[in-house]
């Protein structure tokens, strides 16, 4: 039986919808395909550069086929053999392909697992001489935008390319909206009420539509991740990605891979051709965080991206043109690094074109209670509970150095909304008197802390419940309620901290002492 009627295609896509929800690309395909009473109109082609690459056995097919999507504006090419399609593809690109189910050399199921591996956001449309419904659910479930049966009429065919493409375009569009929805909240939540914060927008500014390397120095938890993507989302290349990577975090077997992308076979796992960050980059912003922990072999291989704009892929013999601006940030003075010989000085002139400094937050003192209110609506609305800071707390928080700076306040607040039971949180909700901060080296910058920001914390947690228990007799009920958190909360604690002897003397579960 012949399945043209685009309800046989209508009923496929039901059945795989009553077996699991739809995904994102499962409801788009569902949402632009015609419903069963819809008729079939002549395509009108919205993308008139759009590619489609057909695959099938049939000579005259084909010439049916190729004909009719270049009478509808389309670029079309043609093939006999699946090899050939994917050649053209890997080669030229395409935003639809066309294959037969049976085609030679590689079928339509498994061409279509490749180009889905490879291209994910490549429409695939199988073409079958006889499709039943379950071949149709198989064609869905593995990634095919429609199933086609043959003969193919010329309007079937065009309004099924016309929607593929179309489709392709909704889903780019959606990632470039999401991508500036992120940029754009980021922006927003920066908060700049000191005039130090209010003079760094200003240069954010300023600077943002230029493409020369930016380079964002400041103490760890400053905010230089923000900065950078503030940078982007002023700047022209908005539109483009925004990729951020970690130097640090990269072994030094993988590094090169990673940031400038390999070709299959180029070693051990290179099971396929990669493209690197700066390629997915290109059009955008690359944000290289950690800078300076990058080896001696990177920092050659990213002066030459910075001199020519091309980056060599691992195992490749010709270099690929990238059109990238580059922004870089580390935690320490660059130029004592470069003195110290551990990093380059022409690679450090090179990314310090625009310099850009974070000052740390115990410099920035009129943000800290606009970010405290802010962390603390943020994480209040999480839980559903809306709570506020007692006057004592705001000017405990006022007068810590915070040495974590943005990210160590925000700590400290999620930790505090999640422990306290009180809608006005106090200074003790925060336990910061008891952190086990030393002065700071001027010269550095930074402050000194004994052991990482967790462990200060777990400490000043522990003198708190300690002194709390001491003062409740050890009854842990009553602490509990002193602490500000339910019983369970508190039993959670004092196991994690290793206080489950702390109270002095047995318990009961309802709370009162026993001998």
Same mark, same amino acid.
């Given at each position: 039986m012949m399945h043209t009627d685009p309800s046989f295609r209508w009923l496929a896509r039901r059945l795989l919808t009553v077996a699991e929800p739809l995904d994102e690309d499962e409801y788009l395909r569902f949402a632009v395909l015609p419903q069963p009473d819809d008729s079939i109109a002549t395509a009108s082609v919205t993308a008139q550069s759009a590619r489609v690459i057909i695959g099938d056995e049939d000579r005259s097919v084909l010439s049916v086929m190729t004909q009719a999507l270049r009478n509808a504006g389309f670029e079309c090419e043609s093939f006999t053999t699946g090899q050939a399609v994917l050649t053209a593809l890997k080669q030229r690109g395409a935003e639809v392909v066309i294959v037969s189910m049976s085609l030679s050399g590689i079928g339509g199921f498994d061409l279509m697992a490749q180009v889905k591996t490879k291209w994910p956001d490549v429409a695939v449309v199988l073409v079958a001489s006889e499709p039943s419904v379950d071949?149709?659910?198989?064609?869905?479930?593995?990634?095919?935008?429609?199933?086609?049966?043959?003969?193919?009429?010329?309007?079937?065919?065009?309004?099924?390319?016309?929607?593929?493409?179309?489709?392709?375009?909704?889903?780019?569009?959606?990632?470039?909206?999401?991508?500036?929805?992120?940029?754009?909240?980021?922006?927003?939540?920066?908060?700049?009420?000191?005039?130090?914060?209010?003079?760094?927008?200003?240069?954010?500014?300023?600077?943002?539509?230029?493409?020369?390397?930016?380079?964002?120095?400041?103490?760890?938890?400053?905010?230089?991740?923000?900065?950078?993507?503030?940078? !982007?989302?002023?700047?022209?290349?908005?539109?483009?990605?925004?990729?951020?990577?970690?130097?640090?975090?990269?072994?030094?077997?993988?590094?090169?891979?990673?940031?400038?992308?390999?070709?299959?076979?180029?070693?051990?796992?290179?099971?396929?051709? *990669?493209?690197?960050?700066?390629?997915?980059?290109?059009?955008?912003?690359?944000?290289?965080?950690?800078i300076a922990e990058a080896g001696p072999d990177f920092q050659a291989k990213l002066l030459r991206v910075l001199e020519d704009g091309e980056v060599l892929r691992v195992g490749a013999s010709k270099p690929r043109?990238?059109?990238?601006?580059?922004?870089?940030?580390?935690?320490?003075?660059?130029?004592?690094?470069?003195?110290?010989? *551990?990093?380059?000085?022409?690679?450090?002139?090179?990314?310090?074109?625009i310099p850009i400094r974070i000052?740390?937050?115990?410099?920035?003192?009129?943000?800290?209670?606009?970010?405290?209110?802010?962390?603390?609506?943020? !994480?209040?609305?999480?839980?559903?509970?809306?709570?506020?800071?007692?006057?004592?707390?705001?000017?405990?928080?006022?007068?810590?150095?915070?040495?974590?700076?943005?990210?160590?306040?925000?700590?400290?607040?999620?930790?505090?909304?999640?422990?306290?039971?009180?809608?006005?949180?106090?200074?003790?909700?925060?336990?910061?008197?008891?952190?086990?901060?030393?002065?700071?080296?001027?010269?550095?910058?930074?402050?000194?802390?004994?052991?990482t920001l967790q462990e200060c914390l777990d400490r000043a947690a522990a003198v708190r419940i300690r002194r709390a228990l001491a003062a409740a007799g050890g009854n842990r009920v009553e602490a509990a309620s002193a602490l500000g958190v339910d019983r369970t909360t508190l039993y959670r604690l004092m196991r994690k901290l290793g206080l489950q002897e702390a109270a002095g003397a047995p318990h009961t579960e309802s709370g009162e002492d026993v001998a």
């Open positions: 071949n149709a659910v198989a064609a869905m479930r593995q990634g095919a935008f429609d199933l086609l049966s043959k003969p193919i009429g010329e309007a079937e065919l065009c309004e099924s390319v016309t929607r593929a493409v179309e489709m392709g375009s909704l889903k780019r569009e959606n990632r470039r909206l999401r991508q500036a929805l992120d940029l754009a909240s980021s922006a927003a939540g920066f908060i700049a009420e000191s005039a130090s914060s209010k003079a760094l927008v200003a240069i954010v500014r300023r600077v943002a539509p230029a493409r020369s390397p930016t380079l964002l120095e400041g103490e760890s938890g400053t905010g230089k991740e923000l900065v950078a993507r503030m940078l !982007h989302y002023w700047s022209k290349r908005a539109d483009g990605p925004f990729i951020a990577v970690n130097c640090k975090a990269f072994a030094d077997g993988v590094v090169e891979s990673e940031l400038f992308g390999h070709e299959k076979g180029s070693f051990t796992g290179a099971i396929a051709a *990669r493209a690197g960050v700066f390629e997915r980059a290109s059009g955008g912003t690359l944000f290289l965080d950690e043109k990238v059109d990238v601006r580059i922004l870089a940030a580390t935690n320490r003075v660059l130029r004592k690094e470069v003195a110290s010989g *551990r990093f380059r000085a022409d690679l450090f002139f090179r990314l310090n074109v000052l740390p937050l115990r410099e920035r003192h009129d943000d800290i209670l606009p970010l405290a209110h802010h962390f603390l609506a943020f !994480h209040s609305a999480e839980l559903g509970r809306p709570l506020s800071l007692a006057t004592e707390a705001e000017r405990l928080l006022q007068e810590y150095s915070w040495p974590g700076n943005v990210r160590e306040l925000e700590n400290v607040v999620e930790r505090a909304v999640v422990m306290s039971g009180a809608e006005v949180l106090g200074p003790e909700a925060f336990a910061l008197d008891n952190l086990d901060i030393g002065e700071g080296s001027a010269e550095a910058g930074e402050q000194t802390v004994a052991g």
